[in-house]
């Protein structure tokens, strides 16, 4: 299989692959042997309608309609209006990639062959995607049970080519786009609209998609704090394994033996400040960020094992024939994993800003110069750097407070409790893109104490490090406009070159 190719099967997507998909444009391909899956589950499906057997969606109404009988000939009718009346979604439209990770997911649950749905369905959706045709979705309208109705019903308007769609930066109607590259709408027939909008897709893959940014953020926190460790002139002895084999959390001693290889042939720490221990910012570093980094593995494993789910309803049982109605659209194990991420990382940005604050602060840098600046008083320097980190770090903490311990009743209190994990989603994104800011801004600074401290004593990953950051702002000599600096070291970082470098460098 071509390496920029994706192929997905019901089970076996990761947060590379999503991510590979969402951002880098990965083509997609569907598994011949899931597709079979998904055509027997229809024939499953029509076996039970040929019985008359009441299914829910199918020959019934939903929600608190549920036992309102619809007539046959109605039935097909009855999926279409399902999607139009669904597709209640306000606010901005959804990122393209927020929109590929999407519908990357919905194909793949709808592989797993137990929605009963038709098999031209997810070969259009895969089509789209490889056509780089994306619905326009709004972000808004989605409680995360029973699960991401109004986002995903927005795609399944495009699906039957009554929405619209961005096709090469236009927009345009899904039908007339669709038309353009000789694919067609698709006529929705039995249980074809509740397989598309039943699950936590939408909100999962922006969960997702930033869970896999927080792992590379966490990592260029560590890089920033092993440059400020240098900086400020640290004792190493608070890294040492024996430390952490007396408490083995894999994230801690994770932490500590990357600060070390960061550091390695460091000749600024061969001579550190006088002093019996560090502040807690400094020598807890590994019990402070470890844990962010044990977090992130259960989120993960949390967001996989959903991407991988059959999170539809009914459910479609091949194997005997049946059908079972049940809950497993309701997004709340993604809702308290995404803000759990909340909390992990904005105490990242709650470290980083109390080094920045000792780099700054003439009482705690152990020499530098007040506010890492030459001729302070003509000059203000870093100063405001910190204002800025602490604001976003405030921020950080306000975005913390979970939005799974709401649930506000629907339906007529047929959905009575709800994961209000679309609020978890778009609050991690917020919180993340804060984040980048207060890495970018920690690196700025130990970069310029660095520069005091002799910069070719570096070790063996700060000294890349301080190589790309130089690359990117000067040193400061005098006051300029500080956040054109800060905006340079923040697309350093999201551009990866500084981590994929570091890492190269040090054989993370």
Known sequence: MPENLIEIDGTSLTLEKLYAVSFQEAKVAISSQAIKKVALSRKTLEKLIAENTPIYGVNTGIGELECVQVDEQLQTELQRRIVRSHAAGVGPPASQEHVRGTMLLRANCLLKGYSGVSPQIPDLLVDMLNAKIYPLVPEQGSLGASGDLAPLAHIALAVIGEG???????????????REINLSPITLSHKDSLALINGSQFFTALGGLETFRAKRLLRLAIVS????????RSLLAPFDRKVHDLRPFPGQA???QEILRLVEGSKILENPVEKVQDAYSLRCLPQVLGPTYDSLDYITTQIEVEMNSVVDNPIIFPDDGSYLSAGNFHGQAIALALDFAAVALSSVGNILERHINRLLNKNLSAGLPPFLVKEGGLNSGFMLAQYTAAALTSENKTLCTPACVDSIPVSADQEDHVSMGPNSAHKLRRLVDNLEVIIAISLLCAAQGA?????EGLGKGTAVAHRLIRSAVPHWEEDRVLSRDIEAVRKLVASGKLLEEVESAVGW
Not at 164 to 178: F, M, N, S
Not at 225 to 232: D, I, Q, R, T, V
């Open 164 to 178: 619209e769609v961005i096709c090469e930066g236009r927009l345009r109607p899904a039908d007339e786009a669709l």
């Open 225 to 232: 704090s092993a440059l400020a460790l240098e900086a400020l």
């Open 254 to 256: 994770r932490v500590a």
């Open 451 to 455: 520069d005091f401290r002799e910069p």
